[in-house]
DNA sequence: TATTTGTTATACAACAAATATAACAGGTAA
DNA sequence: TTACCTGTTATATTTGTTGTATAACAAATA
């Protein structure tokens, strides 16, 4: 398991982390039914608290990314996920904010759109 | 200036009043040129501290939004910014993780692009 | 001079983030 | 059974963030 971590940052560990584990399953790094290090093992190979690691596993938890087995641990879910619909707004918010700000920055709506299927050209193929 | 929070939100007041400031500017509420009203005049209008505006502000300065000016007081810039490689790269990373998102909720590319348009079509003409 | 700006400083309370230990409960395998 | 591996729960402590409360300061205005 690949993480890095910036512990100058003022984004919090566990969200780091959390970021990252996202990143890993969208371009299929980590694919429906992989199972993730158990928690003391993630975090001590990354050098963090064993708690930080599991909150990051339960608000993937949460949010319908894992499943955790007390016998296997955790594991990706079976993918797409189907999220609850306030997450789901919450989603739309955070997109709401992004235009406006590229918006504010001078991006037309075409160098936006262009730049979301850049991202979109890691993730084909997989789910 | 209409400013409504939620008191009860995980999201921090700062944060939010940031949030809906940016909007207003991004829809035309609020225009290059425009004053904001003094930290101690909006603190008092939506029940808060004066530093929580402050703070808000200061960020919105910092990431190229406002123009703070002893004189005038808070001033929404002139558009579009010209933001700092680092807010963009920033704004990037933000970008990406919520396409990855989207992906993993089973949203297709054009599904995502549909959304993106219809809150740009809020921002058409401005700036 | 008095008022209005943002700014700075200090203190305090409440909360979140992260760590440190320890122990517990369920499942697996020697 | 015993030992070991999961995640889970509980408690305590440290540190940083958030938000409030007061007070004072400097610059510009009227």
């Known amino acids: 398991m690949l993480i890095e971590l910036d512990f100058n940052s003022q984004k919090p560990i566990y969200e780091q982390l959390y970021e990252q584990i996202i990143l890993s399953i969208a371009k299929g790094t980590l694919t429906s039914g ?19 690691v599991n909150k990051t596993y339960n608000i993937l938890k949460d949010e319908g990314y894992l499943l955790i087995d007390r016998r296997k641990g955790a594991l990706v879910s079976k993918l797409p996920i189907t999220p609850k619909t306030e997450y789901h707004d919450h989603f739309l918010d955070e997109l709401q904010l992004l235009t406006a700000k590229s918006h504010l920055m001078g991006m037309k709506e075409d160098d936006f759109i262009a730049a979301c299927k850049n991202y979109f050209n890691h993730y084909k193929g997989e789910l």
């Not at 992989?34 to 930080?52: F, W």
């Open 34 to 52: 992989d199972s993730l290090p158990a928690v003391r093992t993630l975090a001590e190979e990354i050098g963090i608290n064993l708690h930080t």
